[in-house]
């Protein structure tokens, strides 16, 4: 996996290639990013001091995260997410304050205070409620896109992710399988981190890359550096147009790092290396887009400086206003069991 | 449903064919997917003609893969559209599992209402057909012990098109037995057109004042037989189908039980753990002193499956006789 990071640092192009996306597109993605990690970390921060009991972070993913949401229509196209992806429900609209209300279970939680953090539903932005059943999630982003074409809806598109541990699910082998062979509109994108939990790549697939399979269902199969925005931008975006316009499928894998645990309850030190966290630390992409953007006058120090008062401010904000919420009464237990009320004996 | 609708004669099979036939003329969300149930139409041909009918988006012959089946249906109920789909065969269902219980179930509940699954899942299931071990199981209490699914087991022609129309309707996931042997040995007259029947309603379909028979499926044909013949031995005995197992209709079992004062359930589902043993526990908790004898309950055997050698299969399967028998013994208590 350092090879695979070491490979896509080295790859990386020294000057911006920014792939269509505007001066202001391009700063949309750096905050996105600055405000995943501040949102991360805050999640983690309050685990510590007791206020919450779990959090997890995407910190490593926040390029691929940020530049596959850019490519993300709002209003037409669906997310399907998995619980790492932080970056790209920022990036269709969830707020911070959504992501606290979740993070202290909130009564003003979507869910209602149910879900673990980061188990993200919004209908109003096609952003589909998830389990943490791995890759469970997968059939129900084709059923999505078979609907789209059911119905005729043309330029839509579903934006289904995993990381690379799910693809060893037979529910994400038959979801990919489903929509080949419906020739659906969605796009399959795995973020490689090379970790499911503690166990690596190596463990799971037999491949160098989960793209490789792609073949196998005769769907085209892409990489990209998912350390770099623009170009996981480029690539979904060339993948969910497709999709639109009748192309069918993608699997698209970028590769990423997992810089922290699992989650709050992991210890990644009893299985990685601490010498591989600190070599991928090297590429870390937040500093690095960042620097770009600068370099490539962009953006400048000012404004770097503010984007991060602005997410700090957003994250604080945020914070207060969740911590300060209701938890959900507890016989909000009962609703929703089915429509109506909940009896099994009647 | 009006009592003087003109009615039709059928079995059960063509009760399932109408009813779904029906569903996709009146709903253009409504679509069938499954293995097989296009070009082939179903290995019991219930969908024959579906495919020319209604075209391959309606009508989708699926990969096979289980999991799938249900797992695209569910994304597809999230989209708005009202998905039926079949498993084959009950004993098929178990790549399912996840999806049916870890995610149908709990869509509505763990998005608290922002999203729905109001989805079908229609499978055969039951044995006495020579299935052995994997063409011939229940799979009812693997599956009633989980809050946010339906599950729904009619035995005649009338009572499934009435509640396979409702459960195709119901905003939530509802898992839908069809038992193989009764598919065309149960015949019976359909009222025409479009009714429902409630989902959680039990039915009385014979009366009686001594003795109280729960039971559904193709064993609720033999319980109606065995307490028709003891008629003759001036034995009165009231014969209900649970029809709905959940949610369950406490009322009319209830009801029935503080006439007759004595309950014999009969299920061909294991009975460690089965509907009886839910029903039992029910019926001592709310009604102890109105029973006269001790409940009984007349099950499959807990062994994993019944045999493809017929001996094996009539062992397993609960005889008419074995019901009659254990009606007089418990009205003589």
Redesign the interface.
Known sequence: MAKAVEAAGAAKKPALDRRGLSDDQLRALLRNMLLQRQLDNRGFQLNRQGKIPFALGSEGHEAAQAGAAMAFERGKDVLVPYYRDLGLVLGIGYTPLEMLNSMFARATDRSGGRQFPNHYTNRDMGLLTISSIIAGHCPHAVGVAYAFTYRGETGRAVLCTTGDGATSEGEWHESVNFAAVHNLPIVFLVENNGFAISTPQSMQMRVKHVADRAPGYGIPGVVCNGLDPIETYATVKAALDRARTGGGPTLVEAMVYRYLSHSTDDDDRTYRDRTLVEEARRYDPVPTFERLLLDEGVIDEAAVAQLKADVLRDTNEATDTAELAPFPAAEDLYKNVYEGTHEPWL | MAVSAPTKTMNNVEAVRETLHDALVRDERT?IMGEDVGARGNVFLITKGFLEEFGP?RIID??L?E??I????????????R?IAEIQFADFIY?AF??IV??AA???????????CPLVIRTPYGGGVRGALSHSVSIEALFYHV??L?ILAPSTPADIKGLLTAAIED??PVLFLEHKKTYRSVKGEVPEGYYTIPI??ADVKKQGSQLTVVSYGYNLHQALDAATRLEDEGLSVEVIDLRSI??????TILESLRKTRKLLIIHEDNKFGGIGAEISA?VVEEAFFDLDAPIRRLCGPDVPAMGYAQPLEEEFMISTDAMAQAMRDLVAF
């Open positions: 679509l988006k699926t990969p893969a999991a799938s249900v797992g695209v249906a569910v994304g597809m109920a999230m989209e708005g559209l998905p790549p996840n999806q870890g995610e709990k869509t509505r509940y763990r998005s608290n209402g922002d999203y729905t809050p946010g339906k905003p939530d959680g309603k959940r949610p369950m209709d406490r009322t029910m």
